[in-house]
């Protein structure tokens, strides 16, 4: 079956803009989850959304925030870029976060 | 809320040495214990998992046990490998909702 798809791969912004990921879970799976990665960092969580509910959100300013539709698909929205947004993002696709979760390919953001 | 710390940061071992990981979580209400390996370069990948109702498991070269009671669970690595060489998480799920995720290990096998 086809994995978690993050798009897109790379995207370069500039500061105060704003910027779209999305994550296509793998069929059947209604969790989705989203990380921060910076280099040698672990996977910070942003937050998680099952069945269009986000039912927990990590410690990240406002300018973070995201969506589930009715289809599982999932999209997180930066808003305002600051220079520290740079990061590898993460989603990860499971039935609930206590099965295995499958990552997508991360997308790789660099605020300039 | 639950935490997770994951010991050590770096870990170097000789080809054919075991390796060892520890994590300790704080929340005695979680029960779902995974531990995910990544590669440089690539997403992490599920290695290995387990259950509070039991303390240990093991997939071949791999085994994880849990001590319930001092809430820690490690990883054991035997007869390591070039390709073992990674990043290891662990992660704790003290609800449905939420994995809290160990700060990651960079496992460094020398030939």
Redesign the interface.
């Known amino acids: 079956k086809a994995g978690v798809t993050q798009t897109p791969r790379y995207l370069i912004k500039t500061r105060g803009q704003q910027v779209t990921l999305s994550c296509s879970p793998i069929s059947g799976h209604r969790s989705v989850s989203w990380y921060q990665q910076t280099p040698g960092q672990g996977l910070q969580f942003l937050f998680e959304y099952f069945s269009e509910t986000q039912r927990n959100k990590g410690n990240f300013p406002g300018r973070f925030s995201g969506r589930q539709f009715s289809n599982s698909r999932s999209e997180m929205n930066v808003s305002t870029l600051e220079l520290g947004d740079s990061a590898l993002y993460l989603c990860a696709s499971s039935f609930d976060p206590s099965t295995e979760a499958f990552f997508g390919q991360g997308t790789r953001l660099t605020v300039v | 809320g639950e935490n997770v710390e994951q010991h050590p940061s770096t870990l170097s071992v000789q080809e054919g040495d075991s390796a060892v990981i520890k994590c300790t979580y704080s929340d005695s209400a979680s029960?779902?214990f995974?531990w995910y390996k990544q590669e440089l370069g690539k997403?992490?990948?599920?290695i290995i998992?387990i259950r509070s109702n039991v303390g240990e498991k093991k997939d071949q070269r791999i085994a994880v046990t849990l001590n319930k009671t001092a809430k820690h669970f490690s990883l054991h690595i035997t007869e390591t490998q070039p390709e073992d060489s990674a990043v290891y998480?662990c992660a704790a799920?003290p609800?449905?909702?939420?994995?809290?995720?160990?700060?990651?290990t960079k496992l460094i096998i020398k030939p």
């Open positions: 029960n779902y995974p997403r992490p990948q599920l998992d998480f799920s609800s449905n909702y939420q994995l809290i995720w160990g700060a990651g």
